[in-house]
């Protein structure tokens, strides 16, 4: 168990910088999520905590211990990989006992450890097989088992769920929190998958080309994302975005329409304004009533525990999700209202300036 | 067709069975060595390393048996301080014909090893090392049994070369019967004097047995090993 410190990270490949500074501070026993889209540096951010990429600058430090030039096998770490690197010419006994047999732990402790991660992962009756005769859940199960076993001071997940289909990643999802909650032990996980991000974090690292947009717990990045990019990246349906320009009555979108705000935001009257607003936060409205946004339906989809339209505003396609069932159909003119004090205003540079 | 054979063809096989299995086996650490460093190593002199390999390649065998008289002869310099320290002499021994060999089935015996280290998923290594194995265990431990196939293949490539070489052998350390005359060698001899057709027919379906053997072992050893490595 340890605290993790990451202090000024940069990385660059050659002339490229992939990493342009990073802070993180990870507490003992937390389980931190870097999240991003692809090619943020979420994944070489992670390899460098591992050891397996080098740092151009800056520092870590697992506990105590500055690690930046310490090789992976002397960091008390265990990585489980997307692609489960398990080897292909050890059974699951061996592959989880891989780091014991590394140490020259004794045959009998070898196989009590083994079977007692392999009882926590229900891989009992698996010991004997090689990872080609296990299914995909099985195999993800022996790679966090060969990291169990090792018994690090951290362990750090790239996107293990990946390669797995969805009902599959749900499941694991539950099994990887409820793991952590047992062991307690410090997690660093890496994924592009937000909802992965807000259902198993402590704590969101969002990062987006080489920086930290926001750090946070799940529902603080939610209800009060630091920018633009976090906000249009935490949650699904992603959140709407209306361009539109601050005037003394409200916010006056393209086509003429002014919403109306509750409260005055730190903005200049004719600056240029993103407003936004979760899908979940419009409600309908008769068609003409002041302030509500006029929309055309495009697309229907009832899930059965909701409703999610899709529909034509003014600003562009915007995304509705609806609690209850409704009976509209694609080309029904409807008018949205925004919730009171659910809505969040960006100025030109993507900054949240006001929430309302 | 077997009791057929005289004496002397009799020594040829032997001798280019030894010849191969010697060049083979005499090859194979220096070829992991080398695959390894030209994959994997990062250092000055890499490129000229791999032309170096692949010469015997492009070069015409001739061409490499007398540079192997030139610097492996009794008055080369190479040769000269094995014969003078080490009392080696290569030149018109078998163990000549066995460098020779194995010096042109070299670059085939690099190729299949480096073919296969590339195709090693770089994540299983790495993994390894956050496990606790340095780089030493990471390569005994997990690339050496992931590349085995590649290996397999190389030797028997290797090998084939060996039983198959001519040019180069015959230059280095001529046909002597009895020391250096290998099959092709005494193939050769047979189509030169009249009435040694059915000596060299003799030998050619030897020769022959002994290739398709080969490949039959190797087929099915690297059948085993895929199926052991299989990831799925």
């Not at chain 1, 209800?223 to 633009?228: E, F, H, T, V």
Request: proline share 6%; with cysteine; aromatic share 6%.
């Amino acid at each position: 168990m340890a605290t993790v410190s990451i202090r000024d990270i940069r990385k660059s490949f050659g002339p490229v910088s992939i990493i342009k500074g990073v802070d993180v501070d990870i507490a003992d026993g937390e389980f931190v999520i870097l999240v991003g889209p692809s090619g943020c540096g979420k994944s070489t951010l992670l390899r460098m905590i591992a050891g397996l990429e080098d740092v151009t600058s800056g520092e870590i430090r697992i506990g105590d211990r500055l690690i930046n030039d310490v090789p992976p096998k002397d960091r008390d770490i265990a990585m489980v990989f997307q692609s489960y690197a398990l080897y292909p010419h050890m059974t699951v006994a061996e592959n989880m006992g891989f780091s014991l047999r590394l140490k020259g732990t004794s045959k009998a402790e070898q196989a009590t450890r083994v079977g007692a991660a392999a009882a926590s992962l229900g891989l009992t009756p698996l010991l004997d097989r090689y990872p080609r005769q296990l299914s995909g859940g099985q195999r993800q199960r022996v790679a966090m088992g060969r990291a169990i076993v090792r018994d690090p001071q951290v362990f750090l997940f790239d996107e293990p769920l990946s390669n797995l289909d969805a009902k599959l990643r749900v499941a694991m999802r539950a099994e990887i929190k409820e793991l952590h909650h047992r062991l307690k032990t410090t997690t660093v996980y890496v994924t592009h998958d937000q909802i992965e991000a807000m259902t198993m974090a402590d704590k969101i690292v969002v990062m987006h080309d080489g920086i930290v947009e926001q750090i946070g717990a799940p529902l603080d990045l939610y209800d009060s994302p630091a920018n633009r990019f976090v906000a249009g990246f935490i949650g699904s349906p992603a959140m709407n975005f209306v361009e539109g320009t601050m005037t003394e009555e409200g916010l006056s979108l393209p086509s003429g329409t002014i919403l109306p705000l509750h409260q005055r935001p730190p903005a200049a009257v004719g600056s240029a304004l993103t407003y936004g607003i979760r899908p979940e936060h419009l409600q309908l409205a008769p068609v003409g009533t002041p302030g509500a946004i006029p929309a055309v339906v495009t697309v229907v989809e009832p899930s059965g525990l909701d409703t999610t339209l899709i529909v034509k505003a003014e600003g562009g396609p915007m995304t509705v999700v609806l609690r209850e069932r409704v009976s509209l159909r694609p080309g029904d003119a409807i008018a949205l209202r925004p919730v009171a004090n659910q809505s969040h205003l960006f100025d030109a540079a993507g900054l949240r300036i006001a929430s309302l | 067709m077997i009791q057929g054979l005289s004496a002397e063809e009799w020594a040829a096989v032997g001798i280019s069975l030894k010849v191969a299995v010697t060049a083979m086996l005499v090859s194979l650490l220096p070829g992991l060595v080398i695959a390894v460093a030209l994959e994997r190593g990062r250092f000055w002199g890499r490129q000229a390393l791999d032309i170096l390999v692949h010469l015997p390649l492009v070069l015409p065998p001739v061409v490499v048996g007398y540079l192997l008289l030139l610097g492996f002869g009794r008055k080369g310099p190479i040769g000269a301080f094995l014969a003078d320290h080490l009392g080696i002499v290569l030149s018109f021994r078998w163990t000549g014909a066995a460098l020779a060999c194995a010096i042109m089935g070299f670059p085939l015996l690099v190729r299949a090893i480096r073919l296969s280290l590339d195709s090693v998923d770089r994540k299983l290594e790495d993994a390894a090392g956050t496990l606790g194995a340095n780089p030493a265990w990471v390569f005994v431990c997990v690339t050496l049994p992931l590349i085995l196939p590649g290996i397999f293949a190389g030797m028997v490539l290797s090998f084939a070369k060996a039983m198959g070489e001519f040019g180069a052998t015959i230059t280095f350390v001529s046909n002597i019967p009895g020391e250096t005359q290998t099959l092709p060698s005494a193939i050769y001899t047979f189509t030169q004097i009249p009435g040694g057709e059915s000596g060299a027919l003799r030998l050619t379906l030897i020769s022959l047995l002994i290739s398709v053997s080969a490949l039959a072992v190797s087929e099915w050893m690297a059948r085993r090993v895929r199926q052991r490595l299989s990831a799925r």
